[in-house]
């Protein structure tokens, strides 16, 4: 009788992973610490073990994020009520667009976070395509954007911790949501926290990571190494000598100028989504939190010169911007190479970085930590074949935010710089974009579309969004409408009834901040 043919594979023998060392801290390092130590609590002999500086600043750009966060936060037990206290939090319900396809003072459309009504039964797409009305692709299809013209919550007082009535994410202040991760993260999850500068990378033959070398702390040991240091890349760059991958030709922007702007009055509206304001060469972000809104000009420095750019970044703001002071902030687009080379795996900025038009880097932490807990090596033995799984799944993610992201810029009809003329020049396209662009010319996008990943980032609703909102034209066969049209208009007239009964019913974004903050929401 023959053995099997992985029996060389003695159990035995194998090398147990068990110690985890994350190298940097802040949203990257302390999400990941969190999501791994959550999800392998209970395990005897494991360990998560947090390495940072005592002198690295926080970089604190993506205050934007997806509703994954509420999911994630859940399952590391993070109270939300303890969360909108102490991280400055405020909803987020998606992005308004502004100025992007023509530059008009009134052109704008919203990239909301629910889906279409009756989306996978019926796609509403070509309905509203062939009406040719006024009404937008939006508001035809959803509540939520008119829940944000209304400066209105997704949910109330009496709805329960990380339930919705609209679907929402957060905008958070990064420099308190780190340390507020990390008080969670050593008092309820276990985790070793250490202070210390990395001064060396030690490596076995093979050339695996042995240990980190620090100045207060001396060596530490582990057996999976996890890249959190940002944008110096100590273990996947400088140690492993995986690449980096530039996309600054599909990607103009390499400059951000962030300012943090205070509001007339304590009690101020706050904004339930992003707005994004196109400028000559680049865009302005404007995050509400609850203290401040969280403002800066993201731009091409091919096309625009730091000067120019602040000062449309001070006439955005107006007079608030008096007395305030910009930083500046390089952005290098692109990404590794490779994620996971042998037992190091780099999460967050050490990653990559893309600007931050869609709010992708947070979500990008999240799903790579999600994969690693959840595909945790039991042994060094199959480390490489989790890792490949993982460069794999990263790989497609990377590429296809990299393709949306275009897609905001080649849609526009602005000519009136040589950014915007630059964005829409066909080589700077990439080609599964393009052939998406002339699929699209015939067909919209839809639930049955190509998209064909279990957890796609951008869904085919997020494409039709953005196509429709700015103004694309798909070809529609009115003919062949008539098969599903009573399913939408039965979807058209469910989305009037919801919208109408949300409008009606959910409260002032402000008004419900200030009552978790002094009250608390039901907890799960």
């Known amino acids: 009788m023959t053995s099997p043919p992985f029996s060389w594979v003695n159990p035995h023998m194998a090398t147990p992973v068990r110690n985890i060392v994350i190298v940097g801290g802040g949203t990257a390092g302390w999400l990941t610490a969190g999501v791994i130590a959550a999800r392998h609590q209970g395990r005897r002999d494991f360990t998560v073990t947090l390495v940072e500086s005592p002198n690295t600043p926080i970089i604190g750009v993506g205050e934007g994020t997806w509703p994954t966060l509420r999911t994630t936060l859940s399952r590391m037990g993070v109270s939300e009520t303890d969360f909108f206290r102490e991280c400055d939090a405020a909803f987020k319900q998606g992005a308004r667009f502004a100025r992007w396809t023509t530059g008009a003072p009134h052109d704008g459309y919203y990239h909301p976070l629910v889906l279409p009504q009756a989306f996978g039964q019926v796609n509403l797409a070509p309905h509203w395509l062939a009406e040719d009305g006024d009404e937008s692709f939006c508001d035809r299809v959803c509540p939520q954007g008119r829940i944000c013209d209304d400066g209105l919550a997704p949910k109330t007082i009496a709805t329960a911790e990380y339930d919705a009535l ?33 001064e060396d990378v030690l490596m076995r033959a093979n050339g695996d990571i042995r240990a980190i070398r620090t100045q207060q702390a001396g060596e530490i040991e582990g057996d999976l190494f996890v890249d959190c240091t940002g944008f110096r890349a100590l273990l996947i760059e400088k140690a492993m000598g995986v690449p980096f991958r530039d996309c600054n030709d599909i990607l103009f922007c390499d400059t951000a100028l962030a300012m943090q702007v205070p509001y007339d009055a304590p009690n101020s509206p706050i904004a339930s989504h992003t707005i994004s304001t196109a400028q000559s060469a ?33 006439a955005y703001i107006g007079p608030a911007a008096e007395g305030l002071t910009a930083r500046k902030i390089k952005i290098r687009s692109g990404h590794r190479e490779i994620f996971w080379k042998r037992n190091c795996v780099a999460v967050g900025l050490a990653a990559g970085f893309l600007e931050p038009l869609e709010a992708s880097a947070i979500v990008l932490i999240e799903l790579s930590a999600r994969i690693i807990s959840e595909q945790m090596p039991a042994v060094r033995e199959v480390m490489d074949i989790v890792s490949a799984r993982f460069n794999a799944t990263t790989h497609y993610r990377w590429g296809r935010i990299i393709d949306f992201l275009k897609l905001h810029y080649v849609l526009t009809q602005r000519t009136d710089s040589d950014f915007w ?13 393009r052939e998406l662009l002339l699929l699209w010319r015939y067909q919209p996008p839809g639930f049955h579309d190509e998209f064909d990943r279990v957890e796609e980032v951008f869904p085919a609703a997020s494409y039709q969004y953005v196509l429709y909102g700015m103004g694309f034209k798909t070809e529609v066969d009115r003919g062949a409408l008539a098969r599903d049209a009573s399913a939408a208009g039965r979807a058209v007239r469910e989305n009037v009834a919801l919208t109408a009964k949300l409008r009606a019913g959910l409260p002032r974004h402000r008004d419900l901040i200030n009552k978790i903050v002094a009250h608390g929401l039901q907890p799960v």
């Open 421 to 433: 003329r630059d964005n829409v020049r066909e080589e700077t396209i990439p080609e599964r974009l």
């Open 282 to 314: 680049g865009w302005i972000w404007d995050i509400g939190v609850q203290s401040r809104r969280g403002t800066g000009h993201v731009y091409s420095s091919s096309h625009i010169s730091d000067e120019e750019a602040e000062r449309e970044l001070r």
């Open 166 to 198: 609209a679907n929402y994410a957060y905008h958070l202040d990064a420099g308190k949501f780190a340390p507020f991760l990390q008080r969670h993260c050593c008092e309820k999850l276990g985790v070793r926290h250490i202070l210390a500068d990395v």
